[in-house]
């Protein structure tokens, strides 16, 4: 029988060091004594700083999207727009970590880190790549609702204390609203 990976184990362990230190104490060595492993092992499956990262956001967007199938209940081949944006404010307004806001951020510096994201969100909304002046009335309602949803990852970036789950209960309520307008 195979051993399971190590990666999951290290992908982990290099979230934690970013929660708990930030992300300028990601490295190798950390990482490697957060997972109890040695730096040759972790080398064996992330050769570098850049590679350990990159499968960070690789695992990070598999999660989104796990979640979008979730809060959409099912894949984006079977879903309209309307369904796939609902389940991507329901999906985005859950309660995001520090650490996946942090690397999020970093990502947009980085087009290899970036890449994961952008591959699930044009599987989701292939209709993405429309100019804004060609959108339908829906397709810009939907334009709408997923920028409200990624401006409260911004929004709650910059606060002092996080949204509740109330709070959050609200934005989700009344970014939907925008969906269901005649």
């Given at each position: 029988m195979a051993r399971p990976s190590a990666r999951p184990k290290l992908i982990e362990a290099a979230l934690r060091v970013?929660?708990?230190?930030?992300?300028?104490?990601?490295?190798?060595?950390?990482?490697?004594?957060?997972?109890g492993m040695t730096k040759r092992g972790l080398i064996y499956h992330f050769p570098s700083k850049h590679d350990l990262i990159t499968g960070i956001h690789e695992d990070l967007a598999a999660r989104i999207e796990r979640e979008l199938v979730e809060a959409t209940g099912g894949e984006p081949e079977e879903a309209s727009l309307v369904e796939r944006t609902k389940g991507y404010v329901r999906?985005?307004?859950?309660?995001?970590?520090?650490?996946e806001m942090r690397l999020i951020m970093e990502a947009a510096n980085e087009p290899e880190w970036m890449e994961p994201w952008l591959r699930v969100y044009r599987r989701w909304f292939p209709e993405g790549e429309q100019p804004v002046e060609e959108l339908d009335e829906v397709a810009l309602r939907c334009l709408v609702a997923r920028m409200a949803a990624d401006g409260a990852w911004g929004y709650e970036s910059t606060l002092a204390a996080p949204l509740t789950q109330e709070g959050r209960r609200r934005l989700v309520t009344r970014i939907l609203d925008v969906l269901d307008q005649p």
């Open positions: 970013v929660e708990e230190r930030g992300i300028t104490a990601l490295t190798l060595d950390a990482v490697a004594d957060e997972a999906a985005a307004l859950r309660a995001p970590t520090t650490v």
